[in-house]
């Protein structure tokens, strides 16, 4: 008798455990049904197309119109932070440092008590750079004349950089002749090549450096001009994001029908 009572209780409290499990997943489900569902993230394709739909109500010309008030406000507003001393060397987003062959050269030749010849190098290197960038002025700008109908849609329509590859494909290469000729005259004005050998002869003397590793003109011209795209970049993400802060009243129109 006491078996079967046992049994039966067992089987109650087993049934009130399962029964509890049910609800608990039922009020799970009609939580789930409950709940309102959570857009999706729009899809590139999907702002790309609301940016050409707003871009429809304004006329080709004044598309064109807009972005080249925008693009020259960048360009030039790029170049003049860049070319103002401490452009390159007090920013670290775009201070130039030792070529990547001197980097380990740098830190085991502190450790002698010669970080003086590296830190001069590396001044004279972004002082180079801070030269020669105000000759990117007149070819970004050229860029921006030249710059067609559909050259303007893509850039709209494009993402936050789409303006900045346009100019790294129209003006990369003419920008390297105009940058480097600056970057020779500036390493021979402030002896940079002569710090480069100091600071190289030093580090040769303990197997550190190989003199060969390193073009320092070609390396501060790539560099002055990925800085000068970087910065360039961070300008037109900064007009998309805040159209009002976009230089001319068309643009600052264009500009604040595309933002999504």
């Known amino acids: 008798m006491k078996l079967h009572r046992l049994s039966l209780a067992s089987l109650m409290l087993l049934a009130s455990y399962a029964h509890a499990f049910d609800l608990g997943g039922l009020k799970e489900q009609l939580g789930n049904i ?5 857009p999706a993230p ?5 702002s790309k197309s609301s940016a050409a739909s707003a871009l429809s109500a304004f006329s080709n010309k004044d598309q064109v119109g807009s972005l080249k008030q925008a693009l020259t406000q960048g360009a030039e507003t790029a170049v003049a932070n860049l070319a103002r001393e401490n452009g390159f060397l007090g920013n670290d987003k775009v201070r130039i440092p030792l070529p990547e062959s001197l980097q380990k050269a740098d830190s085991l030749m ?4 010669m970080g003086k010849y590296a830190d001069e190098l590396v001044t004279s290197m972004n002082r180079a750079a801070e030269a020669a960038v105000p000759e990117a002025r007149s070819l970004l700008v050229g860029a921006v004349k030249k710059m067609t109908v559909q050259d303007a849609k893509a850039i709209l329509t494009g993402g936050n950089d789409a303006a900045t590859q346009y100019f790294r494909k129209n003006t990369e290469t003419a920008l390297t002749g105009k940058f480097k000729p600056i970057v020779n005259k500036s390493m021979q004005k402030v002896k940079l ?8 002869g030093k580090g ?3 197997g550190l450096v190989d003199q060969q590793d390193a073009r320092l003109d070609d390396y501060i011209t790539r560099k002055a001009m990925d800085g000068l795209f970087l910065m360039m970049a961070e300008q037109e993400k900064a007009i998309r994001a805040n159209p009002l802060e976009a230089t001319g ?6 500009f604040s029908a595309i933002k999504f």
């Open 204 to 206: 040769a003397q303990y």
């Open 34 to 38: 409950a709940k309102p569902a959570t």
């Open 193 to 200: 090549a002569e710090k480069y050998d100091q600071f190289a």
């Open 249 to 254: 009243s068309l643009a600052k129109k264009v």
């Open 42 to 46: 729009a899809r590139p394709t999907e």
């Open 110 to 113: 502190r450790q002698f008590g």
